[in-house]
């Protein structure tokens, strides 16, 4: 099966073959490819200058380190609920660390997770940039790398060299599943609009991506509807809340607005309220991720729809691992499917009960 798109923030070139023994979705990613012609394995690697890609030498029983970038609210919560359930059903000891949002911290992290001496370390970075040094670090140290949720930058390093996969959702693709249903809930291609965009954290991939899918379907499929304002709100509730107080000030004749995550169109909705608006009436509001306060808005027609970002990872990353171990060669992208929440077609009663 073939799958590609044109390129928006960030080109994708995709082959996703399927593997029967994962059930799952598998897809090259930033067009690097899924294996590797040099490699070495944990016993033979020189550990400091390993320029090598490094496969495990045992199957069961591995030491995981878990990078974690914050616990901070329902989805991340979530995500490491399922990491831990997963490594504990695969008889595998985890060592987790939790950065708190800040890259400083996650490097250090990522740097006491390596002399620790895990078999493989599983990390969730922060931001695409910052977190490549302390991968690059894992590989000189012939400890293999599998990056969860949130990408590294693949420029700096290339998945098949210098960490295993990547394993997580499609975020361009969720950010132009939001454009489709904001376009519709507008009134469809021809319409004419303005609306406001709360981007989540600067630098991370999932603001990088989900940015991009959306502008480049809403410029192609509905050039009337103009984004007259995109800010950040840190994908925080609060922060949604206050950024969205400041803009609905600013550009009252908004027709729609589009976050980055649920906590951040929460955070909007309660502030469009307090001025005197109608959320789901007057303004239309899509978001990401899946939340349970989320669906419940789109349930109660205040939001119009939700695109899932699923984070109960934690299966998918530990069958990624088995066949790793195993020594089966990884594609560059292991995909996380995901699905949409609306009132309209009544996938948001019927997909309720996968919110989080």
Not at 189 to 206: D, F, N, Q, R, Y
Request: proline letters at 4%; charged letters at 20%.
């Amino acid at each position: 099966m073939q799958f590609s798109w044109s390129p928006l923030k960030r080109s994708f070139m995709t082959t996703v073959p399927v593997i029967a023994a994962l059930g799952i979705t598998l897809a090259a990613c930033g067009g690097s490819t899924a294996t590797t012609t040099t490699s070495s394995t944990a016993s033979t690697c020189v550990s400091g200058s390993n320029t090598k890609f490094v496969k495990l030498t045992k199957t069961t029983g591995l030491k995981v380190g878990w990078s974690q970038n914050a616990l901070d609210g329902a989805w991340r919560n979530a995500e490491e609920a399922s990491i831990v359930s997963a490594a504990k059903a695969a008889g595998d000891t985890l060592v987790a660390t939790n950065a708190n949002n800040s890259d400083d911290q996650q490097v250090q992290d990522i740097q006491t997770l390596i002399n620790d001496r895990p078999d493989i370390l599983l990390v969730d970075p922060h931001t695409e940039d910052a977190e490549v040094s302390a991968v690059l670090s894992a590989r000189k140290n012939c400890i293999p790398v599998i990056v969860v949720d949130r990408d590294v930058n693949e420029s700096m390093a290339t998945p098949g060299r210098d960490f295993a996969t990547f394993v997580g959702s499609d975020f361009q693709k969720q950010g132009a599943l939001a454009a489709d249903a904001l376009i519709e809930s507008l009134g469809g291609p021809s319409t004419k609009a303005t609306i406001v965009e709360l981007s989540g954290t600067t630098g991370s991939s999932p603001a990088i991506l989900r940015g991009g899918g959306f502008d480049g379907e809403l410029a192609a499929k509905a050039p009337g509807i103009k984004i007259v304002a995109e800010q950040t709100a840190n994908f925080a509730r609060a922060t949604g809340q206050q950024v969205m107080s400041t803009l609905i000030q600013q550009y009252p004749n908004i027709k729609g607005v589009f976050a980055h995550n649920d906590e951040m169109a929460i955070g909007a909705i309660t502030a469009l309220k307090a001025a005197g608006k109608k959320p789901g009436t007057d303004i239309k509001v899509v978001s990401i991720d899946g939340t349970k306060d989320a669906i419940n808005l789109v349930l109660a027609g205040e939001e119009y729809a939700v695109v899932q970002s699923n984070p109960r990872l934690g299966d998918l990353v530990f069958q990624t691992i088995g066949q790793y171990a195993k020594g089966a060669d990884l594609p560059a992208w292991v995909v996380q499917p995901d699905k949409v929440f609306k009132l309209a077609d009544g996938t948001a009663k019927a997909y309720s009960p996968d919110a989080f």
